[in-house]
């Protein structure tokens, strides 16, 4: 066996997202041959990947099959995680993927569902941040049981930044940190607007492969500072299948579908989609599903707009507990609930990387008044 022979049959296992071999996407690193043992280095697009075992099994199918059928095949895996990235990089130089988490009207989970979703990412190997740009009702800090707590400053330069509070193994940070949970924040927009923009460029992210950005309800300011500040590689958009809710939800995707923002939408998740009765201990998992505010509605939304339906997430009682509690539901023991979690993240992570591939290149958006 030679390295040539390697790559030659390695030429033939497909990236199943970016529709093409491992070899012309120059993913293939590290090939050793010792008599029978061979090993090499897949380099994924993302440590969250949910296609590895897929991938690993092609590869030691197509070199036991096209080299030689008593090898021993040995594939590690290491990551880079895409970006398309094309500004200046001059804000958030070290962030890879800007992902806004938006929804059209308030109380359909968004918080609740860009929180698990930042620590889904997590889960798979990622490093994730989660900024709550929620100005006028933040809830981040309650969620991840940081409430009281002040984040620090750090000197960069001459710089001084404010350092984010990481629990969980991401990097978290609020309004609600910065003020008194007490008071309301009553702000005008160009003062909200102002803060979101210090959010960015005084807050010291670092390095990490997304950064979640749980947006506030409806379509505004907020979403337009975030789009003119910060080069955001696509939205996910969340609602229930209740007919109010998927109204709003089409003003979303509209917003990011106009010809001046060009901000992709990645997909759709499709919270509260229906309630399972937990079965008793020792019966197994039950099968009956209740569809308390509609079925299917995000399913035909996102069919009617040509987008992906990234998950349904059901109405479970340790999500509300978890939220409230400060230990998401991602950090608990619900596994049926986490394993909804975790099929749509990496449905997400999946829709980022084709973005990356097949798409403009991400930018911060120049939107001229009309």
Request: proline fraction near 5%; aromatic fraction near 6%.
């Amino acid at each position: 066996m030679t390295n040539e022979d390697i790559l030659k049959a390695l030429g033939n296992v497909q990236e199943p997202d970016l529709g093409k071999d491992l070899v012309t996407l120059n993913m293939v690193k590290d090939i050793a041959i010792d008599g029978n043992n061979v090993s090499f280095t897949v380099v994924l697009t993302t440590p969250a990947c949910p296609l590895k075992d897929m991938i690993k099994n092609a590869c030691i199918n197509a070199v036991k099959i096209l080299v030689n059928k008593d090898a021993v095949v040995t594939v590690n895996f290491t990551s880079n995680t895409s970006t398309n990235r094309k500004d200046a990089k001059t804000i958030l130089s070290g962030v890879k993927n800007i992902i806004a988490v938006v929804s059209g009207k308030g109380g359909v989970g968004k918080s609740t569902v860009a929180s698990n979703f930042a620590l889904a990412l997590a889960e798979g190997g990622a490093k994730v941040g989660l900024m709550d740009a929620d100005i006028y009702g933040p809830s981040q800090h309650i969620m991840f049981g940081v409430r009281g707590e002040r984040p620090m400053m750090r000197e960069v330069g001459e710089k001084g930044l404010i350092v984010p509070i990481e629990k969980f193994g991401i990097k978290v940070m609020s309004i609600g940190l910065l003020i008194d949970e007490k008071q309301a924040v009553v702000w005008r927009g160009p003062m909200v607007s102002s803060a979101i923009r210090q959010f960015v460029s005084d807050v010291d992210w670092g390095e990490l492969d997304y950064l979640v950005i749980d947006m506030p309800p409806g379509t505004g300011d907020i979403h337009l500072t975030i789009v003119q500040t910060v080069p955001v590689t696509g939205v996910i958009v969340v609602t229930t299948p209740q007919l109010v809710a998927l109204a709003d939800a089409k003003k979303g995707i509209a917003m990011f579908s106009q010809a001046q923002l060009k901000v992709p939408v990645i997909g759709l998740v499709e919270n509260m989609s229906y309630f399972t009765p937990q079965a008793p201990i020792g019966i197994g998992v039950p099968e009956n599903k209740y569809y308390i505010f509609g079925k299917n509605g995000g399913k035909n939304l996102a069919e009617e707009f040509d987008i992906p339906l990234l998950g349904q997430i059901p109405i479970v009682q340790s999500i509300r507990e978890g939220g409230d509690n400060g230990v998401p539901v991602m950090m608990g023991d619900d596994e049926l609930t986490k394993k909804a979690f975790m099929d749509f993240t990496d449905n997400a992570v999946r829709a980022i990387a084709m973005r990356n591939a097949n798409l403009e290149p991400t930018e911060i958006q120049e939107i001229v008044a009309q």
